[in-house]
């Protein structure tokens, strides 16, 4: 089982949806980022939490530590959007500040 | 503010031969992480540089090596190429006891 499990691998949405990208680890952690990753490679960072909630413009990330549980929520969504979302967990014991991912959702929103 | 730049973006070699990609850490970070990214799937940490040391290692065999610079700028050296080792690699600066990341755009390296 990996330690990062994100649901579900792929999503296709009509434009003004609301969608919503679950992630769940299994280690202890200090943060969970989510990251955006569009075709030609290069990853953004959306967010990162260790606790509660974030939002910027229409995505928002929520976190529940003590479910270990993460969602990442995009408003209104827009072809733009279309991109594969990663989870990454960050500052376990094990693992220090390298970043575990998961393996991402294709998010395609068409007009 | 810099970000961080790799370099080539891409990149063909045959099947046993060498390596090298690079990568320029954003100003002000003094650690550089690389991972590998095989299609379809989540980047795999390889190994993590701080102070020119490797400071953790991934599942990854000791033909995959690397190297930080005084100016915290790094190389991931790859030997013996092989088959598998068609991915997108990828780099990311941060600071040490600060989360957070910046990313480069990635190498992508196809071996024939």
């Known amino acids: 089982k990996n330690e990062v499990e994100q649901s579900p691998q792929n999503l296709t949405a009509q434009e003004g949806e609301f969608i919503t990208i679950n992630c769940s680890y299994s280690v202890g952690i200090s943060a969970l980022h989510w990251l955006q990753q569009h075709p030609g490679g290069g990853i953004v960072s959306l967010f990162m939490?260790?606790?509660g909630k974030k939002k910027h413009g229409r995505l928002i990330a929520t976190i529940n530590i003590q479910e270990k549980h993460s969602s990442l929520h995009i408003t209104a969504s827009h072809p733009r959007d279309s991109a594969v979302y990663i989870c990454?967990?960050?500052?376990?014991?094990?693992?220090?500040?390298?970043?575990?991912f998961g393996e991402g959702t294709q998010l395609t929103v068409n007009p | 503010e810099t970000g961080v730049t790799q370099s080539p973006t891409h990149l063909i070699k045959t099947r046993g031969q060498q390596v090298t990609l690079r990568c320029s850490s954003q100003s002000g970070h003094n650690t550089v992480s690389w991972y590998q990214q095989a299609l379809g799937q989540g980047p795999q940490f390889i190994f993590q540089?701080?102070?020119?040391?490797?400071?953790g290692r991934g599942n990854f065999p000791p033909r995959f090596s690397g190297l930080q610079f005084p100016n915290y700028s790094s190389e991931l050296n790859v030997n013996a190429l092989e088959l598998d080792d068609s991915a997108l690699y990828l780099c990311a600066s941060s600071l040490v006891g600060v989360d957070g990341y910046t990313f480069g755009s990635g190498t992508r390296l196809t071996v024939v």
């Open positions: 990454a967990v960050s500052g376990g014991e094990t693992s220090g500040s390298r970043l575990t």
């Open positions: 939490l260790s606790s």
């Open positions: 540089y701080y102070r020119e040391e490797e400071n």
